[in-house]
Nanobody
Framework: QVRLVESGGGLVQPGGSLKLSCVTSGFNFSVYVMTWYRQAPGKERELVASISSPTGNTTTYADSVKGRFTISRDNSKNTMYLQMNSLKPEDTAVYYC???????WGQGTQVTVSS
């Protein structure tokens, strides 16, 4: 059974940091390009970052998060991460992980940036 479980979200002040995790099971994690998406209230889901397989040596970011967010993966743990620094109120959203081409989403983790 394919599972993607996000965690690490929460409430943080502007300028703060959070690290999200996506723990996966049920598929060969290392061969998939992995991605983070987010969806803010009233907005469409948008791609935040992606990381290549299997080594993760190629990463891409949305312009809005470049220089602030870092995506990474640990194939030994079947886990992907998103380090988020210098958070802004506009980063508030539910964050989801997605294995490109697999077609499964996690349940998401809420990130709220507010003072």
């Amino acid at each position: 059974q394919v599972r993607l479980v996000e965690s690490g979200g929460g409430l943080v002040q502007p300028g703060g940091s959070l690290k999200l995790s996506c723990v996966t099971s049920g598929f060969n994690f290392s061969v998939y390009v992995m991605t983070w998406y987010r969806q803010a209230p009233g907005k469409e889901r948008e791609l935040v970052a992606s990381i290549s397989s299997p080594t993760g040596n190629t990463t891409t970011y949305a312009d809005s998060v470049k220089g602030r967010f870092t995506i990474s993966r640990d194939n030994s743990k079947n886990t992907m991460y998103l380090q988020m620094n210098s958070l802004k109120p506009e980063d508030t959203a539910v964050y989801y992980c997605f294995a490109r081409g697999l077609g499964y989403w996690g349940q998401g983790t809420q990130v709220t940036v507010s003072s």
